[in-house]
Structures are given as structure tokens and as C-alpha cells.
């Protein structure tokens, strides 16, 4: 006698699936893994992804869903706001710069080549238009070139006028502060700071160099920042509407 061939589903490792949660559609990824002994949510960039072991039951999936169902919604609805406001970095988007509004362009070329501004336009010839991460990069690039030639042009007017000489002026990333400055003098900018309008600009120089005098915040360097820039108290509430100090 022939003994039966027992046979089993084969279930694909990702899936794009559907579900309705509290009556709201839910889309999301499923993955499946030998390695994974529990159900894990997990949402990000990419949206809701729901990694299982490889032979979860479906009775045992949905039951977890409906349990997170709450969170889910919450989460989701979060994240869909945060992508709204997420900057884009394809044609026709507009990224800031020195108070203005400029508009990407992206060119389909050959070569990835420096970005050029032409009036309101900021043109970015690249190998792939569809590539973000490319294009930011790109323009992050041009974002501090600029900064470096706007930083280096205010701190070169502002520096005779307060009888100051900083040692060094460099290009910071910091996420909670717009400058800063050691006692070597050498004074730190944030190339984000480039996006602000002029006089935000001029008020961080100021600030910074400032601190060349006097390495605090007393009475007598707020003296020397408003001999220098008379409408500093405005440019700081404007700079920390932005949750960014200077």
C-alpha cells in the first residue's frame, strides 16, 4: 500500500493585508519568521508592520489586532499626520532658505551634478528623480555650502563692528541649539539656521560672538548683543517658536 503524501499550505514571508479595526480599515505588512515565539506591532516610516512566528494561527493574529486596536488607530493616525508635514524631496517641492521659499527642480541627467539656485528655483540634475534620499543629500549639501558662505559673510560684518576675532567658525548639526562657543573661540553655527531669514541669521552671529566677551548670559552681554543687534528680545522669541535654542 502507498502511505497518503501529507501536504502543507506554504505561506508567503511578507504580505501586504487588510483588516477592519473599531471600524477603521487597516492596511499593513505581515511578516512571518521561525525565530519570532510571540506577535510583535511595530510602526514606523513604512506604516503598521506585524511580524508573527512562521505557523501563527489567523484566530491567533486577528485576536491581537483586535486586543491593539485602540493603540493601532491612535498610532497610525500620529503617523499619518507626521507624514503630511514630512518634507519631500521631489520636483515641485518647496524647501526654505534665508527666509524665502524656493522650489526643487530635479533634472533627469547623466551625472549627479552640484545643485544651482536660479532665482526661486533650486535645480538638482541627478541620475535617479525618484531617489529621495539621493536628493536630500544633495541638497543638504548645497544647504551647507550656503551656510558656510552666508556665516563666514556675517560674522566678517559683525566682528570689527563688536571688536571681536573668533579663532574658528564651524558648521554644527546639534539638534537643541542654533550656536554655541568655546572659551578657544570657536564658534559654532548650525547649518539649519542658513533656512531662517536674515536677521534671525545676524542675531545668532551676534549671539555667538558675544560670547567672545563674556561667556554667559549676565546683564553685561545682553548689553553687548543689543549695542550690536537693538531688536535681540524680538529674534529670540521668533528663534524659540522654531524649539530651538540659541
Excluded at 503617523?79 to 527666509?99: D, H, P, V
Excluded at 536630500?136 to 550656503?146: D, I
Excluded at 553655527?189 to 549676565?218: F, G, R, T
Aim: charged share 25%.
Amino acid at each position: 500500500m502507498f502511505s497518503k503524501l501529507r501536504t502543507s499550505v506554504i505561506r508567503p514571508a511578507i504580505e501586504q493585508r487588510s483588516i477592519q479595526l473599531a471600524g477603521t480599515s487597516i492596511t499593513y505588512t505581515l511578516k512571518r519568521s521561525s525565530k519570532r515565539r510571540s506577535i510583535g506591532l511595530r510602526i514606523d516610516d513604512k506604516g503598521l508592520t506585524v511580524n508573527v512566528p512562521l505557523r501563527s494561527s489567523e484566530k491567533w493574529l486577528n485576536s491581537v489586532l483586535s486586543e491593539k486596536a485602540d493603540w493601532v488607530i491612535e498610532k497610525l493616525g500620529s503617523w499619518q499626520t507626521n507624514r503630511k508635514e514630512k518634507q519631500l524631496w521631489q520636483e515641485g517641492e518647496k524647501i526654505a532658505f534665508r527666509g524665502e521659499i524656493l522650489t526643487l527642480r530635479i533634472i533627469p541627467s547623466l551625472f549627479n551634478t552640484p545643485a544651482q539656485l536660479r532665482g526661486e528655483l533650486l535645480y538638482l540634475h541627478v541620475t535617479d528623480t525618484t531617489d529621495e534620499a539621493k536628493i536630500e543629500k544633495a541638497v543638504t549639501k548645497w544647504y551647507r555650502e550656503e551656510a558656510e558662505r552666508v556665516f563666514k559673510e556675517c560674522v566678517a560684518h559683525y566682528s570689527p563692528l563688536m571688536s571681536v576675532s573668533p579663532k574658528q567658525i564651524k558648521l554644527s548639526s546639534a539638534r537643541t541649539q542654533w550656536g554655541s562657543c568655546t572659551t578657544q573661540g570657536v564658534v559654532r553655527l548650525n547649518w539649519q539656521l542658513v533656512k531662517m531669514p536674515l536677521h534671525l541669521i545676524d542675531y545668532v552671529v551676534v549671539h555667538e560672538l558675544a560670547h567672545l566677551i563674556e561667556m554667559n548670559h549676565s546683564a553685561a552681554f545682553w548689553c553687548i548683543v543689543e549695542r550690536a543687534c537693538p531688536d535681540y528680545s524680538k529674534c529670540r522669541a521668533e528663534l524659540r517658536s522654531q524649539g530651538i535654542s540659541e
